[in-house]
């Protein structure tokens, strides 16, 4: 079955880079996602990369894609406080799938 | 960005009660609406498939006669807790999809307490 590991807890200092691992098992996954949960608040979608890319840059926000080990990451440049939050990667499977099978979050402490 | 309302955020019930919680696409109209479970310090569980006009497709495990789900609109999706139990406290959250396709947008989410 379908399943997305993350680990738990990263913690970093402020204006260091921060980098939020993921992997995934399902090898026919089409989009693979990462979104943003504030305490109290939804899921805000940050980003996300096609299977056939290999990375994709959006200000201080890179993800990085491997699809032969499968591996997802985001490294967040310049790391503020309110980056501060739960970070979900999210893999989505089949044509025009918008189902989505979530990791358990990883919680991102920014150290002022 | 495209904004998905949900309604109320914070429930309390008594057990036996039926809680009904509103998701709403707020500027663009949604096709398909999804809603998900979360557990503490779990991931997000899809529970059902919602579409405009059609009757939501259920995930395995999840009980269509106990978690009612309608899409009578395309900006509107409820989701109905009915005879509440405790066990079924949680945070439930919905999302919709644009008509453009490959992104998912979220409501606030609403955290369900049965007494």
């Known amino acids: 079955g379908e399943d997305v590991e993350q680990s738990l807890f990263l913690s970093v200092r402020e204006g260091d880079s921060s980098v939020i691992n993921c992997t995934y098992t399902?090898?026919?996954?089409?989009?693979l996602y990462w979104y943003k949960q504030e305490p109290g608040a939804g899921l805000q979608l940050l980003t996300y990369i096609f299977s056939n890319m290999d990375m994709k840059q959006d200000q201080r926000l890179t993800v990085l894609l491997n699809k032969k080990d499968k591996h997802l990451s985001l490294r967040i440049a310049d790391t503020q406080t309110g980056d501060s939050a739960i970070y979900f990667c999210a893999e989505a499977t089949g044509a025009g799938s918008y189902q989505l099978t979530f990791g358990k979050g990883t919680k991102l402490s920014v150290i002022p | 960005g495209a904004v998905v309302s949900q309604h109320p955020s914070r429930v309390i019930c008594k057990s036996g009660t039926s809680v009904k919680i509103e998701c709403r696409s707020l500027?663009?109209?949604?096709?398909?609406m999804f809603w998900y479970r979360q557990f503490p310090k779990q991931s997000l569980m899809l529970m059902a498939t919602s579409n405009e006009g059609s009757k939501a497709t259920y995930e395995q495990g999840v009980e269509k006669d106990k978690f009612l789900i309608n899409h009578a609109s395309l900006t509107l999706s409820t989701l109905t807790v009915t005879s509440a139990h405790p066990e079924d406290s949680s945070f439930y959250i919905c999302?919709?999809?644009?008509?453009?396709?490959?992104?998912?947008?979220f409501g606030s989410g609403t955290q369900l307490s049965v007494l």
């Open positions: 999302s919709a999809t644009t008509v453009e396709g490959g992104k998912l947008f």
């Open positions: 500027d663009f109209q949604a096709t398909t």
């Open positions: 399902d090898s026919s996954s089409t989009y």
